[in-house]
């Protein structure tokens, strides 16, 4: 009889344990005594949310400070926002979360998750307080990252990322360095607009060998040595880099150079195939374009403007598109002249140098030019006379004279 009561207690407790690890919805947390709930718990299935009104004890400076421990998985989301007063959250024990969202949090400094390793969905915004990631060994996986106007001046929480599928980092004005260890990106990177947008962040990306979508914008370098494919598009827009380099680099959906003012020098040397457009344009230092050694197929269009003098193709065998290649340089178009008249350019075609205001494909040339026109065949700036023109040239001179005498 007495072991019949005490297995009844028994799984009485443990009903009532697993009712409090378990929810369909969503736990709020709004006093301590919902925190020791969660504690409770080694994995918690649902999700937990931290709101505008915590009651929790404030210190001198009216901050809040929420620490929880035991629990190791969160199978739903962790959600903290708008809670202006909580400048300290940890989480000791936590391993996994599903999703992980920290938003509005204006004066949290503190944001301590030792054990953290895995989290699917990784965003955290407006947090200008924050300036490190306690993540002990780091997040490792992920299938989406923003971090967007924040105070991190350093990522190292998740440096050691193997796999991501979106990343997306922006407007964090004291971060100056990106490094991650991921292989391959299958969805999009998008980095923009951090240290305070002076273009002084370094971006390295060593392991990294295949992508869908890269954006880069506001960086002094740039660093992807294994990068071999990215099926769509590969850009770089108004950053501080002198130079970039892919050595491995085989072909991209499509690739863009647009305002990087201090860039000198592109080399890819393996690069074959660009299967959508391929821009360069208002790159101010970039005279010389000759980094595209094996580049033979453009299925897109190829816009090049700018002030270069000298642009070098020399295995090119087919543009599908649009041909447009206009610079306020001295320029010889006679090469592309050539390909033109070969049909390697299958599209509309357009070369000029010496032109006041080189404009993009999507632009007419305006201003005086000179050098070679779209139809021109010779050499740029050469001018050649028939022997037709001559001769009507001189017996029109003989007429003028014997009317005078």
């Given amino acids: 009889m007495a072991i019949t009561r005490y297995l009844g207690l028994t799984l009485a407790l443990a009903a009532t344990t697993l009712a409090q690890c378990s929810n369909s919805g969503t736990l709020t947390i709004t006093a301590s005594a919902d925190a020791s709930q969660l504690a409770s718990c080694t994995t918690y299935s649902g999700s937990v949310a931290i709101e505008t009104g915590l009651s929790v004890p404030k210190d001198s400076n009216g901050h809040q400070q929420l620490e929880v421990m035991t629990v190791k998985k969160i199978t739903g989301n962790l959600t903290v926002t708008d809670a202006i007063s909580l400048s300290s959250l940890r989480f000791d024990s936590l391993q996994s979360i599903g999703g992980f969202e920290l938003g509005g949090l204006t004066v949290m400094s503190e944001l301590s998750f030792p054990a953290l390793s895995q989290c699917n969905q990784l965003n955290f915004t407006s947090l200008p307080a924050l300036q490190n990631l306690d993540f002990g060994n780091g997040i490792t996986r992920a ?97 501080a880099f002198t130079s970039f380099a892919a050595p491995n680099l085989t072909s991209a959906g499509g690739l863009v150079f647009v305002d990087n003012t201090e860039l000198t020098n592109i080399s890819l040397p393996k690069l074959t195939a660009i299967n959508g457009t391929y821009q360069i344009a208002n790159n ?122």
């Fill in 143 to 239: 299938q989406s990252i923003l971090i967007t106007n924040t105070g991190l001046s350093t990522l190292d929480g998740i440096s050691n990322l193997e796999a991501v599928d979106t990343f997306n980092v922006n407007n964090n004005p004291a971060l100056q360095n990106i490094s991650l260890q991921v292989t391959d990106i299958k969805n999009s990177l998008d980095i923009e607009a951090n240290d305070g947008y002076i273009s002084g962040l370094s971006t390295s990306f060593p392991m990294l060998e295949t992508a869908t979508n890269m954006t880069f914008r506001n960086c002094s370098s740039i660093s992807l040595p294994a990068l071999s494919n990215v099926t769509e598009n590969l850009g770089f827009y108004g950053n």
């Fill in 284 to 405: 101010t230092q970039l005279i010389k374009v000759d980094g595209f050694t094996k580049l033979s197929v453009v299925t897109g269009a190829l816009d090049f403007s700018g002030n270069f003098t000298d642009v070098e193709l020399p295995a090119l065998t087919q543009v599908k598109g649009a041909f447009n290649m206009q610079t306020s340089g001295k320029f010889d178009c006679s090469t592309f002249n050539k390909y033109n008249d070969n049909k390697v350019i299958k599209g509309d075609y357009f070369c000029q140098g010496s032109e006041d205001k080189p404009g993009r494909a999507d632009s007419k040339p305006t201003g005086t030019s000179s050098g070679s026109s779209p139809t021109d065949t010779g050499a740029a700036g050469h001018f050649e006379a028939s022997v037709s023109m001559v001769m009507g040239g001189t017996s029109l001179v003989a007429g003028l004279l014997q009317l005078l005498f």
